[in-house]
């Protein structure tokens, strides 16, 4: 599937992050609930319950989509939490304007409890684990088996777990959790994304084994409404 998402110009910056919050009624907060619809639907043979959202390479818009949907699984009535696992960049904590102080890399050093790095947000049903202090070998603590059982923990406590996670073609981190979760949502940028860059990106996530179950175009200026979302291979 692929989600069209119409550039919108004219809200502050902290709406255009949490635009399904702030504009619950707006065209781009319908394609995010249609991204979810897909998501569910693609539960049909294999449950989705742990998402790795990435791109191809910086600024795509990856935090964006991965706040957004979260908060769309929330508003469903699922409980949902999403994990900041950028752990080079991470910038969840920007958008919910939390604290970043312990999370994530906190709980796999087992400096702190998962239970108490865990923080509540605004908008009901919806948690969010922050990256923590950045560390010296992401990636390893991203393969290791602390993390492994971190999923396994979440997957039991919620009903979708969102993992933002760095770029693909940037850094390994990402083909990491692609390949321990159960699906993986790409974001690529309208005018920006080179078509070879999301090939490569596609093909490395299909070698890590990881499970493809959609794509999101961010920074498309659409004229009719029935052209905002597509299906697609």
């Known amino acids: 599937m692929r989600q069209l998402l119409r550039k919108h110009k004219n809200i502050v910056k902290e709406e255009i ?7 619950p009624q ?4 319908e394609q995010y609930r249609l991204l979810k619809n897909n998501i ?8 989705i319950k742990t998402i790795v959202v990435t791109s191809p390479e910086p600024a795509d818009g990856k935090t964006t989509t991965s706040a957004n949907l979260s908060i769309v699984l929330a508003q469903q009535g699922k409980r949902v939490i999403l994990v900041d696992s950028d752990l080079r960049k991470p910038s969840v904590h920007y958008s919910f304007n939390i604290s970043n102080l312990h999370g994530l890399t906190n709980v796999l050093t087992r400096e702190i409890s998962l239970e108490n790095a865990i923080l509540k947000t605004h908008i009901h049903n919806l948690e969010v684990l922050t990256s923590g202090p950045i560390p010296p070998n992401p990636s390893e603590l991203l393969e290791s088996k602390a993390m492994e059982l971190l999923i396994y923990q979440l997957h039991s406590g919620f009903d979708y777990v969102v993992f933002d996670t760095p770029p693909i073609l940037a850094v390994s981190d990402s083909q990491i959790l692609a390949n321990k979760c159960d699906g993986v949502i790409m ?7 080179r078509k070879d860059a999301a090939l490569k990106s596609k093909n490395i996530l299909l070698q ?7 794509v999101v175009m961010n920074g498309i200026e659409q004229k009719r409404r029935e052209d905002y979302y597509q299906y697609g291979p």
């Open 17 to 23: 992050k949490l635009i399904t919050y702030y504009q």
């Open 26 to 29: 707006s065209y781009i907060t």
């Open 40 to 47: 569910q639907f693609s539960s049909v043979d294999k449950e």
């Open 187 to 193: 974001v690529v940028s309208s005018g920006k994304t």
């Open 208 to 214: 890590a084994n990881a499970r493809l179950i959609g």
